[in-house]
Nanobody, 127 residues
Framework: QVQVVESGGGLVQVGGSLRLSCTVS????????MGWFRQSPGKEREHVAC?????????WYSDIAKGRFTASRDNARNTLYLQMNSLKFEDTALYYC???????????????????WGQGTQVTVSS
């Protein structure tokens, strides 16, 4: 069974930075493209960034992440990262990771079906 554990969230001021981590077990991590997602109260879950399998040489960013966030992966540690800089109020959300179907430079597919989502890690941006 695939398990994901997100961590690294917290309370940060506007303009600050955070580095999120996501550790995955139950699958061969290097073989899967991975994605970061987030969900704010009253809103649907949305894509943030996705990274291709193996060496992660293809990374897709949503408009909300471009220029501010950087996704990376460490296959030896089965871990996905999201470096978030220049944080804004609207970045406040619960952040999740999951394996996705496909990543290219212009798109990222949805999370794989039947994935059990982790608890997420809360990011709160304040003044």
């Amino acid at each position: 069974q695939v398990q994901v554990v997100e961590s690294g969230g917290g309370l940060v001021q506007v303009g600050g930075s955070l580095r999120l981590s996501c550790t995955v077990s139950g699958l061969t991590f290097a073989d899967y493209p991975m994605g970061w997602f987030r969900q704010s109260p009253g809103k649907e879950r949305e894509h943030v960034a996705c990274i291709s399998a193996d060496d992660g040489d293809i990374i897709w960013y949503s408009d909300i992440a471009k220029g501010r966030f950087t996704a990376s992966r460490d296959n030896a540690r089965n871990t996905l990262y999201l470096q978030m800089n220049s944080l804004k109020f609207e970045d406040t959300a619960l952040y999740y990771c999951a394996p996705v179907g496909h990543v290219s430079s212009w798109m990222c597919s949805d999370a794989l079906p039947d994935i059990t989502w982790g608890q997420g890690t809360q990011v709160t941006v304040s003044s």
